[in-house]
């Protein structure tokens, strides 16, 4: 797949869902096939634009199977949508089977967005990164990564920070584990370059908590002035060291954000549309979107940094 392409002019783009990645008139059928699917798990569920919630209580989220959608051809729609309901509707592993012993390896830390927890108080203590962004526990199956109730940790007659230190130990291992893919990457118009990290991992996006070991491994360091970050979806983070030749950083910017909404629009395990200034330790969100809005918004320290500082 391409990372930049360029959409057809010759007529009218298909009106936007407003809610999903899915235009208005394909995501009136995904959720009808959602509904059906959940009927056919043998659990009803209230339909919203974003979610559903079934008969207990439980919301399930819809942006990541639609993104899935997104990116299949609609004849191939229902049998993705049944495999998705089947795995959710099935019984959730019961953590009390395993033995701590065996729970910490599989313990991982993550990067999510706050709201793609089932609810505000899952993970009480998950550190915030910034904004909606924060750093989850996660349990990871051969099969499919859960994301346990915070209690489900502290139950087990410990405190929680030995688990957070075991979380970002196997994340750090996974990482180092991980063979990253590194591109380099030139908008079509020549300008604004900008670092993209791929990986088969789940957790390539998290692996942004380690951001300097992960720029040393692909050639690339900090130099004092900080890291323009996207981590877009699950598998990819895309970044762009302040270096001091500002002369194309407002365009690697502007090229940064874009690649950043297209691949959270696009891709399966959306994470965030936005670009982080990331100094430090300490992240930044230098973009907002307002409905169709998307804007840029840099203080006068990170203007001076990016050039764009009148004389």
């Avoid at 899915?22 to 009136?28: D, H, S, Y």
């Avoid at 019961?94 to 599989?106: G, H, N, S």
């Amino acid at each position: 797949m391409p990372l930049f392409r360029r959409g057809r002019r010759d007529e009218e783009p298909p009106e936007p869902d407003g809610t999903l990645p899915l235009t208005a008139a394909e995501a009136q059928r995904f959720r009808t096939l959602v509904r059906a699917a959940w009927a056919e798990a043998g659990r009803e569920v209230t339909m919203y634009a974003g979610h559903v919630v079934d008969d207990q209580g439980t919301q399930f989220g819809l942006w990541n199977l639609a993104a899935l959608c997104h990116s299949e051809a609609e004849r191939d729609w229902p049998d993705a949508i049944r495999q998705h309901i089947r795995a959710l509707s099935e019984p959730t592993p019961d953590l009390d089977t395993l033995t701590d012993d065996e729970l910490r390896p599989m313990v991982r830390s993550r990067i999510l967005d706050r709201g793609t927890l089932p609810d505000t108080v899952w993970q009480p203590s998950a550190r915030e990164i910034v904004g909606d962004l924060v750093e989850t526990l996660c349990v990871d199956f051969p099969d499919h990564v859960m994301t346990p109730k915070e209690s489900e940790f502290t139950s087990r007659g410990g405190a929680l920070g030995p688990w957070l230190d075991a979380g970002r130990l196997n994340l750090r291992g996974e990482m180092r584990a991980t063979a990253l893919e590194h591109e380099a990457v030139t908008p079509p118009d020549g300008t604004g370059w900008f670092d993209v990290v791929m990986s088969e991992s789940v957790y390539t996006a998290s692996f942004a908590i380690f951001l300097a070991e992960v720029m040393w491994r692909v050639g690339r360091q900090e130099q004092g002035r900080g890291v323009l970050v996207a981590v877009p979806f699950r598998h990819q983070i895309a970044f762009r060291v302040i270096d001091e030749d500002t002369g194309d950083l407002p365009a690697a910017l502007h090229h940064l954000f874009q690649f950043a909404l297209a691949g959270y629009a696009d891709a399966p395990g959306g994470i965030t549309p936005h670009v982080f200034w990331v100094r430090d330790g300490a992240w930044r969100q230098i973009t907002r979107l307002d409905g169709d809005r998307a804007t840029i918004q840099v203080d006068e320290e990170l203007a001076g940094l990016l050039g764009l500082t009148e004389e």
